[in-house]
């Protein structure tokens, strides 16, 4: 089992920064790729970012240039950041963390992130 914890989410004016973090500890081994979605009210849930284990990153139209995905590891515990940066209104919705192990892709519970134009 992998138990994912996400932080950083709050309310921003447009033009500003966050910083989210998410942490997947338990059975850390196996876990390949991390990422972020994220799913705004009536909308269907998107990718924003994902990391592979070896590093190769992947974004979102929306998120390139102002979005940068990164993961830390150690023997207790996978973290992945997402920083945020110049955002807008429309970044507004609830961020998810993903991270996959061996085909099963496990979810945070996501954590708002409120862009006040």
């Known amino acids: 089992q992998v138990q994912l914890v996400e932080s950083g989410g709050g309310l921003v004016q447009a033009g500003g920064s966050l910083r989210l973090s998410c942490a997947a500890s338990?059975?850390?081994?196996?876990?390949?790729?991390m990422g972020w979605y994220r799913q705004a009210p009536g909308k269907q849930r998107e990718l924003v970012a994902t990391?592979?284990?070896?590093?190769?990153?992947?974004?979102a139209d929306s998120a390139k240039g102002r979005f940068t995905i990164t993961m830390s590891r150690d023997n207790t515990k996978n973290t992945v950041y997402l920083q945020m940066n110049n955002l807008k209104p429309e970044d507004t919705a609830v961020y998810y963390c993903?991270?996959?192990?061996?085909?099963?892709?496990?979810w945070g519970r996501g954590t708002l992130v409120t862009v006040s134009s």
């Open positions: 990391i592979s284990g070896g590093g190769r990153t992947n974004y």
């Open positions: 338990g059975t850390i081994l196996g876990i390949g790729d």
């Open positions: 993903k991270v996959a192990k061996w085909g099963v892709d496990y």
